[in-house]
């Protein structure tokens, strides 16, 4: 049992240690008060200098303890940033390219779309910025606006044909009795009469409200005929002919109608289409002239047909009149 007020408390391996006095040091060496020894400073748990390669360097064998300080500071996280500009874009795009296609509210979204584009073209060059919702907005934008133009022309030509085209029927002739039922052309069931797949016969009357048409008479061989008409007419393509269609206008609209705006074609049995005036001729006895209500016009219409080609002629009613087909052979 040791004695509290002996000098010498514990032992080293040189001996007993004395109170107050630590081996290996003199005593301008023992530690103060402030932790240091001669002026440097001093490891709290042994009390003696630490070497100076083991100052403030970490964690060491002999002394331990955390590295505080050579430790690396925590990288910067960055900052995560949205586009608002861009989202708006997108959101008013969407919107515009649903809304441009809905009867009613088109207009709106015509008016949306390029708000949305413009926005997309700000967004997209804003600086540190994400520009995929920019891109997206412009695209969608772009996608939208060609939705509206083919809604629009389509809307536009409905209307149109609402406005101007009327059905066309067909009073079907016999010879051996009176003319039958006026039958719509190109209506559905078995009535359908003018259509190419079921023509109306020469001698019908086609009829659509401001012209009636009847098809007198076809000659296919025609050159002579047309080329007498005019000395200056220029004979038929190699390997086609001037054919002849003979027809008879009444006009029913209202004030007066020009005859000429009657328009043909022949339409051979391969499906091609040839007009009057892909070979343009002074045809004998014309078509034509000016009509008032109830006034009727004879006259002829041309065409350069293959030779030996079959088909069917096929006439449009006035300017925006329904078309129907005939059987002229």
Same mark, same amino acid.
């Given at each position: 049992?040791?004695d509290?007020?002996?000098?010498w408390?514990?032992?080293?391996?040189?001996?007993?240690?004395?109170?107050?006095?630590?081996?290996?040091t003199d005593?301008?060496?023992?530690?103060? $008060? $402030?932790?240091?020894?001669?002026?440097?400073? *001093?490891?709290?748990?042994?009390?003696?200098?630490?070497?100076?390669d083991?100052?403030?360097?970490?964690?060491?064998?002999?002394?331990?303890?955390?590295?505080?300080?050579?430790a690396?500071?925590?990288a910067?996280?960055?900052?995560?940033?949205?586009?608002?500009?861009?989202?708006?874009?997108?959101?008013?795009?969407?919107?515009?390219?649903?809304?441009?296609?809905?009867?009613?509210?088109?207009?709106?979204?015509?008016?949306?779309?390029?708000?949305?584009?413009?926005?997309?073209?700000?967004?997209?060059?804003?600086?540190?910025?994400?520009?995929?919702? $920019?891109?997206?907005?412009?695209i969608?934008?772009?996608?939208?606006?060609?939705?509206?133009?083919?809604f629009?022309?389509?809307?536009?030509g409905?209307?149109?044909?609402?406005?101007?085209?009327?059905?066309?029927?067909?009073?079907?002739?016999?010879?051996?009795?009176?003319?039958?039922?006026?039958?719509?052309?190109g209506?559905?069931g078995s009535?359908? +009469?003018?259509t190419?797949?079921?023509?109306?016969?020469?001698?019908?009357?086609?009829?659509?409200?401001?012209?009636?048409?009847?098809v007198?008479?076809?000659?296919?061989?025609a050159?002579?005929?047309v080329?007498?008409?005019?000395?200056?007419?220029?004979?038929?393509?190699?390997?086609?002919?001037?054919?002849?269609?003979n027809?008879?206008?009444?006009?029913?609209g209202?004030?007066?109608?020009?005859a000429?705006?009657?328009?043909?074609?022949?339409?051979?049995?391969?499906?091609?289409?040839?007009?009057?005036?892909d070979?343009s001729?002074? +045809?004998?006895?014309?078509?034509?002239?000016e009509?008032?209500?109830?006034?009727?016009?004879?006259g002829?219409?041309?065409?350069a047909?293959?030779?030996?080609? $079959?088909?069917?002629?096929?006439?449009?009613?006035?300017?925006?009149g329904?078309?129907?087909? *005939?059987?002229?052979?």
């Amino acid at each position: 049992m040791s004695d509290p007020h002996s000098p010498w408390q514990g032992r080293s391996d040189d001996g007993p240690v004395q109170k107050g006095h630590y081996p290996g040091t003199d005593a301008s060496s023992q530690p103060s $008060s $402030s932790g240091t020894v001669g002026g440097s400073p *001093v490891h709290p748990s042994y009390g003696r200098q630490a070497p100076p390669d083991q100052l403030f360097s970490g964690p060491s064998p002999q002394y331990g303890g955390p590295d505080y300080g050579n430790a690396p500071l925590p990288a910067e996280q960055p900052t995560k940033t949205r586009n608002t500009i861009g989202i708006i874009a997108l959101v008013v795009a969407i919107l515009g390219a649903i809304l441009s296609v809905v009867p009613g509210a088109a207009i709106i979204g015509w008016i949306l779309l390029p708000f949305g584009f413009i926005l997309g073209i700000v967004g997209l060059f804003m600086s540190g910025k994400p520009r995929g919702t $920019s891109v997206a907005a412009i695209i969608v934008s772009i996608v939208g606006t060609l939705m509206a133009i083919v809604f629009f022309i389509a809307v536009v030509g409905s209307a149109f044909d609402d406005a101007f085209g009327t059905d066309v029927t067909v009073s079907q002739f016999d010879s051996e009795s009176a003319a039958e039922p006026a039958v719509p052309a190109g209506s559905n069931g078995s009535g359908e +009469v003018g259509t190419r797949n079921n023509p109306s016969a020469m001698g019908d009357v086609l009829s659509n409200g401001t012209w009636e048409v009847v098809v007198n008479s076809f000659t296919r061989n025609a050159t002579d005929q047309v080329l007498a008409a005019n000395m200056f007419n220029d004979p038929p393509p190699a390997g086609s002919q001037y054919a002849l269609v003979n027809i008879t206008a009444t006009y029913l609209g209202a004030d007066s109608g020009h005859a000429e705006t009657l328009r043909a074609a022949f339409v051979t049995d391969s499906g091609n289409v040839i007009r009057s005036h892909d070979h343009s001729a002074v +045809v004998p006895e014309p078509l034509g002239g000016e009509l008032y209500t109830g006034a009727s016009a004879t006259g002829n219409i041309d065409f350069a047909i293959p030779e030996g080609e $079959s088909g069917l002629l096929r006439l449009e009613l006035g300017t925006f009149g329904d078309e129907v087909f *005939v059987v002229v052979e």
